[in-house]
T-cell receptor, first 114, second 117 residues
Framework: AQSVSQHNHHVILSEAASLELGCNYS??????LFWYVQYPGQHLQLLLK??????LVKGIKGFEAEFIKSKFSFNLRKPSVQWSDTAEYFC????????????FGSGTRLLVRP | GAGVSQTPSNKVTEKGKYVELRCDPI?????LYWYRQSLGQGPEFLIY????????DSGLPNDRFFAVRPEGSVSTLKIQRTERGDSAVYLC???????????????FGAGTRLSVL
């Protein structure tokens, strides 16, 4: 079955710490990959996406993610987090044959302490 | 409008009642999607419209759920005989027409929080 697994449900970091959030997916076929972020009280926003090409993608606010096809992973990273990065982060996948259907992980709540 | 608009933002109803949730997509977006997000979970796909027609409604949990998009813009998600298990945040998203290469970026609204008592 198609699924997305986010290993960490809650992460607490101090400002300036490095961040890596894990995402693994199960999907037969070529995929598109996404990270969405939901800041407190706000709607889901696209952080970054991978469709094809360079497996290292850069998004907004200094975030990046690396697609490792052999590991079915798309981990999110940021070298130095800020208090304003406190949010919930969702990894999502869609298939090339059904690009309209996003399959989301259960999310990771990140708390950054000032 | 500038973004996807959903109304109401909160809806409290009693078990057995009928509810309608509205979504107004980004102007010019032909594709519209409904997702449901239960507590502690990520959004789950419900239905996808391309224009006025439902291209994929495989995510609707049962026949109490129905959605329409009669003029290819605003969509309404309708839930009959609501149950406590229907309590969730219902999200709407819109996008340009998904391309044959699979490129599709969905923009989400703030959601409607439905509480069934």
């Amino acid at each position: 079955a198609q699924s997305v697994s986010q290993h960490n449900h809650h992460v607490i970091l101090s400002e300036a710490a490095s961040l890596e959030l894990g995402c693994n997916y199960s999907y037969g076929g070529t995929v598109n990959l996404f990270w969405y972020v939901q800041y407190p009280g706000q709607h889901l926003q696209l952080l970054l996406k991978y469709f094809s090409g360079d497996p290292l993608v850069k998004g907004i606010k200094g975030f990046e993610a690396e697609f490792i096809k052999s590991k079915f992973s798309f981990n999110l990273r940021k070298p130095s987090v800020q208090w304003s990065d406190t949010a919930e982060y969702f990894c999502a996948v869609s298939g090339m044959d059904s690009s309209y259907k996003l399959i989301f992980g259960s999310g990771t709540r990140l708390l950054v302490r000032p | 409008g500038a973004g996807v608009s959903q109304t109401p933002s909160n809806k409290v109803t009693e078990k057995g009642k009928y509810v309608e949730l509205r979504c107004d997509p980004i102007s010019g977006h032909t594709a519209l999607y409904w997702y449901r997000q239960s507590l502690g979970q990520g959004p789950e796909f419900l239905i996808y419209f391309q224009g006025t027609g439902a291209a994929d409604d495989s995510g609707l949990p049962n026949d109490r759920f129905f959605a329409v998009r009669p003029e290819g813009s605003v969509s309404t998600l309708k839930i009959q005989r609501t149950e406590r298990g229907d309590s969730a945040v219902y999200l709407c998203a819109s996008s340009l027409t998904p391309t044959s290469g699979g490129i599709n970026i969905q923009y989400f609204g703030a959601g409607t929080r439905l509480s069934v008592l």
